[in-house]
Structures are given as structure tokens and as C-alpha cells.
């Protein structure tokens, strides 16, 4: 920096018209100083070039200034006329530092101009009024524009998905007349992070089978998750297998959501297969994955010695971290070990307890036994207490048949989640096993009273890919016809071989 003010006072004293040198060198430092950039170009005796001012717009556009009312002042400060360019790092610039009132009046600027409305014009300004959540405004300006580039559909569809409008970003996407990578993945990845991994599975499974497109590291870690969340472990290992073949293995996003993947889908074998390739890329993301699908998989002796790995490579873990560790303790049933992890959260890593590391600690309690230590804990929480950490204290009761304190659970629970009908059963078991049946039939008096209704079950089936999800007496299926006579000619045969099913009748209370 020292050098750059030596060139300027030269420059000055000289009078050399070397402004847009030196302001450039300003802009390519690792941490471009655009305040003594800014301040250059408004003390210089001569005019700067438009294309100087737009470097600086740009700049700020990419959020390398502390605020926007720098980037509004050089504007308005303009000795030059602005061009189109100008107006796209502008937009940009509004849409990053959340600008939509600055950004209608310089639409309305651009207008008065007379520039043509051209493709990266409009995509600047669909973004920002899609992030500003002006979507009827972002889509005018996509319906105006005479000619569309992929770009602009990729902008609309990803500002649909912003605002959690599912069903008109599927509309946009199967209108485009022509779809790139990252079309693909917006839809990908849309899907999974609205919960639609059905949807996220089908539409990645459309692009593969058609082929034209092929998916890159982002589409793969898109889709990933949903094939977590479902099971769908065979998609997975397709997955995999294109991965190696491409050599995106050493990718850590990819590798993380392989890992992801993989344990929750049940293979942790497979999943540390994974782990152990990665070597040196593995980041804390991945020792998260690894300590907590351990953990969940009854290995807690290996999740604690990852957790120790962790520490040893000087890499500090987080929140997720403890979690995960807190989770391995619960599994091995440790419960002093436990507590000391707990209580070395603040202390050792700066974590202040979460609502999660007290649900792990009132689980760790009351599986050991401990209910009226757990009950403690969580009436000491310096926050409230939700569904997940009453549920884990009801379960507790539940097994050691402690009726006192499933009741004071079961009331609390009652009133967070009034139709869970599912926490009014377990309080009934707890009834039944001591022998209470009166207070069995009270139960579901009141269950019947309040006209509670299990939530319906399903099953998720995946073939080629693709997943298939069944409810009782479901005839939503286009197959439904070929599948139910399927399961009669099963039945049929079982019976020829002695089957009876077992049915249950519930006497009314």
C-alpha cells in the first residue's frame, strides 16, 4: 500500500494521467481498498473513464464495500456518462446490499436513457428484484424481454425457489427451450432444500436418462442429501460409481454428501470406506458426518476415537461436532463421560449449549435410569424446552415405568403438540404395564373425545432410480391395477401354504 501512495503522489506532482492504472492496481489487491480507490477517483483533476467508474461498481457489486451509499454518491458523482454495463454492476450492487428502493429508481433510469434492454441487463435486474422478493416485478421483466438467453430462465426459476413457489419454477423449467447444467441443478437443489427429495430423485433421474446434460460436482452434491433422506441407496451408488469414473472422488463436497449419504442410508461400512479415501481434503464437515452416523449405528467407541482424531489435526469442532459426540455417549450408555463433554462445551471450545446438546444430555439421562436427573436438567434450561426433549424424558419413563414424571411429560406434550396422538399412546403403555387399566381407558377417551387421527403410514420403494411411495388402499399409482393383483396372487399362495394373518380387534372403550 505503501508503494501504491508513492505512485499517486507522483502521479500528482507530475501531473501523468496514470489514474486508471493505478486505481486497476487498487481494485487486483487481494483486499481491494475501494475507499482510497473511491477517494482517487473523486480528487482527480481529470475526468476518469466510464470504464473506470464501472470497475469500481463492480467492486462494490461484489460486496466489497461496507455499505451502499458509497457505491449511490460515486454515482451521482459521475463526470462521465454512464453506459449499459454501468447499469448491470448497479443492479448488481442494489440486489447485494438489499437496495430494491435504489433499484426501481435506477431502472427507471436505465428507461429514460434509451439503452437496449439487453439480455445481461435484464438478468441483473431480475436478480435483484427476485432477492428483494419483488416477484411480480421480477417477473415483468422476464416476460418483456423479447429474446431469452438460459441465463435469464435459470435466474427466474432459482427466484421462484427463493420465495418457496415450487410449482411455478416446475412451470418455467419444463416451458424452457433449452436447459444447461445449472437449469438442472437450481431444480435439484431447490427440491431438496424445500424438502422435495421425491421431486429433487425425479427430476435428477430425468436428466441422467435423457443424457444431454451432464450433472457436475454442485448437481451431485444436490442430490445427494435426498437420496439421504429417502434411502434411496441405490441412485446412491450409481452415483458413486459416476463420481470415480469422472474423477470428481476428490471433490469434498461431493465426498461429504457420499458420506451423508451413505450413513444415513445405513451403510456406515461403506460411508468410512469413503472417509478413509478422503485423506488429507477431509474437512470438519466430514468428521461431523463420520462422528455422528457412528454414533446413530451403535459404534460409539470408533465415533470418540474420530472425535480425538479431530482434536489431534489441531481442527476445532463446532456444534454439530458435540452433538454428534454427545450422541456416541448416549449409544455406549456413558453416562459420566457424557456429562463431561457437556460441561466442557463453554469451556474448552467456546460452544454455548444448544437446545440439541440438551436433548442428547436428558436422552443420555434417561435411558441410563436417571428420569429425575433428566427431569432437572430440563427444568434448569435457560431456554424452553421443545416436543423433542419432553418426547425423549416421555420415552425414558416409558421404559423404566416411571408413571410421575411420562404424566408431567405427557401434559407438556400435550399442549406443544395437541394432535400427536402418538404421546398419549406411550402414556398409555406406561399405564398398562403397572396395571392401571382405568387410567389406560381414560386415555383413550380423551384421544376419542379430541378426535386424534394417526398419521397415515407409507412406504418408499426405489427402482431404477426412481421412487415410489404407498399408502394403504393407495390407488394413486399408474401401475395400481398391476400391482394389487400382484399381491393377491401372493396372499393366495401363502394361504396355500398355511398363512393366517393375525388381526387385532380394539374393543371400543
Known sequence: MNRIKQIH???LRNGVDDIQALVLQLLHLPSPNLRYAHALLLSHPTPPSTFLYNKLFQAY????????EPCAELFVSMRRSPNPHTFVFLFSACAAFARPGHGRALHARFILSGFPFDAFVATALLDLYAKSGLFDSARRVFDEMPT?????W????RGYFRCGDLDKARELFDAMPFRNVISWTSMISGYTQNSRYEEAINVFSRMWLEGEVKPNEVTLASVLPACAHLGAMELGMKIEAYVRDNGMIRNVFVCNALLEMFAKCGNIEHAKKVFDEMG?????????TMIMGLAVHGKWHESLELFQELQARRISPDDITLVGVLLACTHGGLVDEGQFFFDSMEKDFCITPKLEHYGCLVDLLGRAGYTKEAYSLITSMPMEPDSVIWGALLG???FHRDVQLAEIAAEFLYKLEPLNSGN???LSNVYASLGRWASVANVWRLMKGKQHRKSAGYSIIELDGNMHKFLVEDKSHPQFEEIYTLLDEITMSMRQFGYKPNRILQAES
Request: aromatic content about 8%; charged content about 10%.
Open 148 to 152: 431469452r438467453d438460459v441465463a435469464l
Open 9 to 11: 503522489g507522483f502521479v
Open 154 to 157: 435459470n435466474s427466474m426459476i
Open 396 to 398: 425414558a419413563c416409558s
Open 424 to 426: 398419549l399412546v406411550i
Open 61 to 68: 457489486a461484489r460486496g466489497g464495500g461496507a455499505s451502499f
Open 280 to 288: 488429507v481434503i477431509r474437512n470438519l464437515c466430514s468428521y461431523n
